[in-house]
């Protein structure tokens, strides 16, 4: 069974930071794409950045210079570090392991909030 457990999430003042983690287990993820979405109240989901198995990364423009994601292929996990957060960065932030065979994976997300 596939398992994606967010953590790291919280309140923070705008131009703060956050680092959340992503812990994948069930299935071995350094063959797959893995990524951080989002979901803001009343809005869909949208793909805020990825990482390929070799660590080429895409970003959504909105979180350019700011966001950075990585990964641990030893130890199955995902990160994304947060910096220079703002108040439309407010969201749940999810997990995501897009495997080929099997489609896209998501964790139950992890709540994110930037206000002073």
């Known amino acids: 069974q596939v398992q994606l457990v967010e953590s790291g999430g919280g309140l923070v003042q705008p131009g703060g930071s956050l680092r959340l983690s992503c812990a994948v287990s069930?299935?071995?993820?350094?063959?797959?794409?893995m990524g951080w979405g989002r979901q803001a109240p009343g809005k869909e989901r949208e793909l805020v950045a990825q990482?390929?198995?070799?660590?080429?990364?895409d970003y959504r423009d909105s979180v350019k210079g700011r966001f950075t994601i990585s990964r641990d292929n030893a130890k199955n996990t995902v990160e994304l570090q947060m910096n220079s957060l703002k108040p439309e960065d407010t969201a749940v932030y999810y997990c995501?392991?897009?495997?080929?065979?099997?489609?896209?994976?998501w964790g139950p997300g992890t709540q994110v909030t930037v206000s002073s």
């Open positions: 990482i390929t198995p070799t660590g080429t990364t």
């Open positions: 069930g299935i071995g993820s350094r063959f797959n794409v």
């Open positions: 995501t392991l897009n495997h080929a065979i099997s489609g896209r994976f």
